[in-house]
């Protein structure tokens, strides 16, 4: 598997769990607000981790790590992921993997196979704005399965959208309540200020989180959790 990066330790990657996370390389949107910019853009630039090296560290810190985190990038592109979950699974290690949710039948092969516990995908925009935000040309049916693939699965599993006051507004979370209803839980985070893919998006916002707390008590109902994830500034 491409793995362009790896943290040891993580105290937030992996709600109630404390994990090391990978980070695989290329994806297929191209969100302006994105801050993984180079493992977007240039992932053959950064040189790749070895799995050995992977796996060697993870068995050193069992006992200490509860799990792992695969994100991205977009993970799902990468056609021996179920082959690595495996392997760290074997480790005794719980799994959580971070998708945009483009890739159903990845997906649902993980899903079927039982190899994740947790999974947290990104829902970038109502469906009919996904092409303007993502950049790209993007099957929004894959999406819409990747999702009631999740919402019919055994595994734990969040939504997240990520809002910059240019992109994404309170009418457009009411919207997205709409097309997930009925999910476990439902998070809206601000996006990272820094190293942007578009770098006139990355200005500091005035409190704009603020705009959308009216909007997510209004559909609270619709979820067994909904959250405003604390600032990534």
């Known amino acids: 598997m491409q793995i362009k990066g790896y943290i040891g330790t993580s105290l937030v990657d992996y709600p109630g769990n404390i994990a090391s996370v990978v980070f695989t ?5 191209r969100c302006p607000f994105c801050y993984n910019v180079d493992l977007v853009l240039h992932p053959n630039d950064i040189p790749d981790i070895a799995e050995d090296e992977i796996f060697n560290s993870l068995k050193e810190r069992r ?4 799990g792992l985190v695969i994100t991205g990038g977009e993970p799902t592109l990468q056609k021996d992921l179920p082959d690595f979950i495996r392997q760290v699974k074997d480790l005794g ?14 997906l649902e092969r993980i899903l ?22 993502t950049g790209v040309d993007v099957d929004v049916e894959a999406i819409r399965l990747s999702a009631e693939l999740l919402k019919s699965s055994y595994v734990d599993y969040e939504f997240r ?22 999910a476990k839980a439902y998070i809206v985070q601000p996006f990272y200020l820094t190293n942007c893919l578009d770098p006139t998006l990355c200005i500091p916002p005035d409190g704009f ?3 959308f707390e009216e909007a997510l008590q209004s559909v ?4 067994g959790r909904v959250q405003i994830r604390g600032t990534q500034a």
Do not use: W
Request: net charge negative; proline share 5%.
């Open 112 to 133: 079927r196979e039982r190899l994740v516990d947790f999974v947290a995908m990104d829902y970038k925009a109502p469906l009919g704005q996904y092409d303007e935000l």
């Open 220 to 223: 609270q109902s619709y979820f």
């Open 63 to 66: 006992g200490f790590i509860d």
């Open 93 to 106: 290690l719980v799994v959580k993997l971070d998708t945009n949710g483009s890739h159903p039948r990845m």
């Open 25 to 29: 390389g290329g994806c297929n949107f």
């Open 209 to 211: 989180v603020t705009e």
């Open 161 to 182: 959208t990520t809002i910059h006051p240019s992109l994404i507004h309170p009418d457009d979370i009411l919207q997205i309540a709409r097309e997930i209803r009925g």
